[in-house]
């Protein structure tokens, strides 16, 4: 293994901030490369230790062929963070040929691994599911991912996860269940696998909770390191120093007021989520804070019916006034003209 490599799974494993990239477009829906490039360099220089590209804040439409955009993107991802410590996450999606395709092109990219969603295999048994993920990891080291099914994904139980963690080429796990006892599945299968695979929360409504807490299975001690996280596409920066501060909690006392801010994270995150609406505005929430900061035009999606929902706009407005703190409003206005240069 070269020295990049080993650099990228080490970051991995002590645990990034890992934004999943949202997609800048302009008023006619067309890709704004100024701005893609743009949000990129934001997430650089806030302190995130990565970026996830092709993913579902990225807009899955944009394999679409009327788009024809899953390359580009890519690309431009890849051309930001070349001469970067950053670590380059793809998102694959769909059945095997096509996984195994996208895998292949992100791999020529230079991305370091795929995000690998199994939303497309819903009727699939666990056989066949382990049978797919070890045809990507024969091409590209795998971040796994558990998508809570109100959102597509399905419901994957214990003897999945201890069977895919034993799958060499995996190397993390973003779990997002939304659901504490299968999130608990995932971290026990990985701890029992006695492997060194990183595990990142997508836990929306439990990002601080996962971050602070320790599990404790077959003798082993395993922690959440870190985030890939849509939310954390937006104030980024104070997701940055959420991070830095979760990890000082490994060897003190936890502090009462990590509580208070895991209700605080959860509660804006419900407004730029909609999780009011099953989260059907969840990529027009993030467009609107980065719209606000000016370094997106507008927020606009490759669907022009996809756009925040009724109410979602006056809850955004309470917890940016609510929670000040976890905005970084400040940082991007300092140096949003040097990123969109």
């Known amino acids: 293994m070269e020295s990049s490599e080993q650099d990228w799974l080490a970051l991995l494993r002590r645990g990034a901030v890992i934004p999943a990239h949202p997609l ?3 008023a006619d829906r067309k890709l704004d490369e100024r701005r893609q490039r743009a949000l990129t360099r934001y997430y650089l220089a806030a302190g995130a230790g990565g970026v996830a590209i092709g993913v579902h804040t990225t807009q899955f439409a944009i394999r679409d062929s009327k788009f ?9 991802g890849a051309e930001e963070t070349r001469d970067t410590a950053a670590i380059r996450v793809a998102g694959v999606i769909g059945p095997t040929l096509q996984a195994t395709t996208e895998a292949a092109l992100a791999r020529d990219l230079g991305y370091h691994a795929v995000l690998l969603s199994l939303a497309a295999l819903r009727e699939a048994s666990v056989d066949q599911l382990i049978d ?5 990891a024969e091409i590209a080291p795998v971040f796994g991912f558990y998508l809570q099914p109100a959102v597509g994904g399905r419901l994957l139980p214990y003897s999945f996860w201890r069977r895919f963690a034993e799958i060499e080429n995996v190397v993390a796990i973003k779990i997002a269940p939304f659901n504490r006892y299968q999130t608990i599945d995932v971290v026990r299968a990985v701890a029992e696998s006695g492997r060194d695979i990183a595990l990142y929360t997508g836990n929306d409504d439990n990002i601080v909770a996962d971050l602070v807490a320790e599990h404790h299975f077959g003798g082993r001690c395993v922690r959440i390191v870190g985030g890939l996280l849509g939310h954390w596409a937006a104030w980024t920066h104070s997701a940055v120093d959420l991070l830095d501060r979760a990890h000082d909690t490994y ?9 208070r801010l895991a209700i605080e994270v959860t509660d804006s995150n419900a407004a730029l989520f ?4 099953q989260f059907h505005g969840c990529i027009a929430g993030i467009h609107e804070i980065l719209r606000r900061q000016g370094l997106l035009e507008g927020r606009w999606c490759l669907d022009p019916n996809e756009d925040l929902s009724p109410g979602q ?4 407005d309470r917890v940016c006034q609510a929670y000040p703190h976890l905005a970084d409003d400040a940082f991007v206005l300092e140096h949003r003209d040097q990123w969109l240069r």
């Open 251 to 259: 060897h003190q006392p936890l502090d009462p007021s990590w509580l």
């Open 68 to 76: 024809g955009l899953y390359r580009p993107v890519l690309e431009l």
């Open 24 to 26: 800048a477009l302009t």
């Open 274 to 277: 909609d999780a009011a609406n």
């Open 132 to 136: 797919h993920v070890r045809a990507v």
């Open 313 to 316: 706009l006056e809850e955004i």
